[in-house]
């Protein structure tokens, strides 16, 4: 058979609800032509992030319901723990609320400052996170990962020999070498076995430890499994498995590949870095035994951790991206190429040729895509990345003006990606008369969440 189903049936369904482009102006207009100002409910089709977005399964919400609430020693930790450890094979394993929370306790523990990190490209929590202790956040990503439309079966790869330079060079300042599998930054990229396994030897030759940030661990396991010449035969267990066996420890969001709604967890080998990570995660988490979480949401990620690894999910997984991927391509629309695993990522440079980087052209693609059809995906460009020039306030444009639409797990059908392509194709047939976004009011950081735009005359 040729076509692919989604390998799951709908038993709970959640309305979503329809809106008239007129009345989507209107709201665009309120919003101030930022995307994260609309609310849930007016948004048809909502690709703003992956991240804690999932569905659960029947088999995840049972679970829930066996959740032991103990403070201390809960019957949810152990099979949490269990699940990770059959995966990750790390002897300590420290629940997080999500993602940031267990990047924040391993750098409060093993960075000072003046250190230096490398990586493929670290995530922005992950930066800002190294940045807040004074360190380096170094990214090191294989030129191949830098240019859109260039195909490579592992543009997430880092750059090894850049890699050796830089510890040849700073080795005693480099506390912890890191990998994100797959690349989020770089367009969902997996990462190659052998790139991680010799990221891994390389940090050790300095007896430097190895954290990987394994966010979408299962998604680039399964890249490895039809990428990667060796690896066809193996299931995708034994291919995660064998990934953080080169590894001493790891930051993940359980948000992403854990397929629940929130948390997150660190683990590693070490028993004293472990100590002190506990120590902080009582000062802020929580006990050791449910670090911020409820006993049932352990319960809820045990469950998702192994469903993660089904391969007719996987498949269906990836092969959703490259279905909008091949059908945005054959538009004549560019994109990220070859599509990652939970994203598409369209070029807004190439989609309107006429608006300059200061007119945010990603901004007013996804304002666009609002306005055609309810979809909702996010500007990676000027507006999240932009500088601006210290003394004349001019802004400096971002490499890349990129949108991102991230695909929730287990949540729309291939209508919903048949429509989602058919509104792309249709704002695409209308790019000439898109109107260029100006900034009317931006906060000091992270302005992409509550900037206001206005539209350029
Ligand atoms: C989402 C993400 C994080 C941070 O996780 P949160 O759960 O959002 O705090 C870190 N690294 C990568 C690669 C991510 O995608």
Redesign the pocket.
């Known amino acids: 058979m040729k076509t692919l189903i989604e390998p799951f049936r709908i038993k709970m369904v959640e309305s979503i609800r329809q809106t008239t482009e007129k009345e989507r102006i209107e709201i665009l207009k309120k919003a101030d032509y930022n995307p994260f100002c609309i609310k849930a409910e007016d948004i048809l089709i909502d690709f703003l992030t992956d ?1 804690g977005t999932g569905a659960m399964s029947d088999r995840q919400w049972a679970a829930m319901m066996t959740g032991d609430e103990s403070y201390a020693g809960s019957k949810s930790f152990f099979r949490f723990e269990k699940a990770v450890q059959n995966i990750t094979g790390f002897t300590h394993i420290i629940p997080t609320h ?4 267990a ?1 924040r306790i391993l750098f409060s523990v093993a960075v000072k400052e003046g250190d230096k990190l490398p990586s493929n490209t670290h ?1 922005d ?2 930066r800002a996170n190294i940045e807040f202790n004074k360190a380096e956040a170094v990214d090191m990503v294989i030129p191949e990962g830098k240019i859109p439309t260039l195909e490579h079966p592992f543009k997430g790869n880092m750059d090894l020999d850049r890699l050796s330079d830089f510890l040849e060079k700073y080795h005693e300042n480099v506390p912890i070498g890191m990998i ?1 599998i797959t690349n ?1 930054s770089g367009g969902g990229q997996p990462v190659s076995m052998e790139n991680i396994r010799e990221t891994g030897r390389l940090l050790h030759k300095y007896e430097i430890p190895f954290f990987i ?1 394994a ?2 661990f299962a998604e680039n396991a399964y890249f490895i499994k039809l990428r990667e010449p060796g690896y066809q035969s193996k299931n995708v267990l034994e291919i995660a498995q064998e990934i953080f066996s080169y590894a001493d420890g790891c ?1 993940m ?1 359980a ?2 590949d854990a397929m629940v709604n929130i948390g ?1 967890f660190l683990a590693m080998n070490d028993d004293t870095m472990a100590m002190n990570a506990r120590n902080l995660l009582i000062l802020t988490e929580g006990f050791p035994s449910y670090g911020g979480l409820a006993g049932r949401d352990l319960d809820a990620l045990a469950v998702g951790l192994e469903e993660v690894l089904h391969e007719d999910y996987l498949k269906y997984r990836l092969r959703t991206a490259e279905y909008m991927g091949e059908r945005l391509t054959e538009a004549g629309i560019d994109i990220i190429r070859p599509t990652g695993g939970h994203a598409v990522y369209i070029d807004a440079k190439a989609f309107y040729p006429n608006i300059p980087a200061s007119q945010f052209p990603g901004q007013v693609l996804c304002a666009e895509l609002y306005r055609k059809g309810g979809i909702r995906g996010v500007e990676i460009g000027s507006v999240m990345f932009g500088r601006k020039n210290p003394n004349t306030g001019e802004e400096i444009p971002a490499e890349m003006e990129l949108v991102r639409l991230a695909f929730p797990r287990r949540v729309y059908t291939q209508s919903h990606f048949d429509f989602a392509i058919e509104s792309i194709i249709e704002t695409y047939g209308e790019r000439e008369k898109a109107k260029g976004l100006k900034i009317t009011w931006e906060p000091p950081f992270l302005r992409h969440f509550t900037a206001k735009f206005g539209l350029v005359d």
């Open positions: 991240s999500q993602g940031r929370a990047e995530f929590t992950t994100t989020n940030d966010c979408r930051t969001s948000k992403k997150g």
